[in-house]
């Protein structure tokens, strides 16, 4: 079985100017999932789909670089028509989506994923962030009764996608135009790796996990 890891990158963007190559870690940020995924067991190659060749100045040497046609940096361009461009140029049994905004998803997280589609128990994979308080959504509460508050601890979790990475077999975005199938795994994430970078304020958090974790190792 194929497994082929793709990471989307375009060096400009438009809420965070340069976003995938400013530092983090003494790194560019695109180097750390890249990293993560080449370090992976299970996965084949590891593709960086940019229209830029300068981007493998920023990755690591064992990815591959693919260039995509420079149409798909325009931010009315969506993700699935990337990713569709991608699949239609590398073909693979098993898809590995991963974005260069979770800077700190960890190698193990990936492996752990990727075994549950490989052993034929889940069509797909994601990472989310579980959330286990008081949600609401469009003014109604999602996960408990007004007239019976539970405490917090026996409250059904919320999970929120992190999009740190999703997995997939061919046919489910092929058949489907799905990232997600119909037997998914969820990948928990917590902590400084749920961490996604969008925004300056997201970076300058981020930037702030990083010195801790510094500190911590050194």
Known sequence: MRVAALVPIKLNSQRLPHKNILPILGKPMCFHIVDSLVRAKGIDDVYVYCSDEKVTEYIPKEAVFLKRDAALDQDSV???QIYRSFIEKVDADVYVLAHTTSPFTRTETIENALSHILSGECDSAFTAEKVQT???YKG???NYD???VP????MEPVWVETSAFYMFRKEIFTEH???IGFTPYIQEVSGIEATDIDTKEDYAFAVELSKQ???EEG
């Open 134 to 136: 008081f949600a609401w």
């Open 213 to 215: 974790l510094e500190r």
């Open 177 to 179: 135009n799905r990232r």
């Open 146 to 148: 007004l007239n019976d």
């Open 151 to 154: 405490r917090t601890q026996d």
């Open 78 to 80: 969506k993700g699935f």
């Open 140 to 142: 109604v509460p999602v």
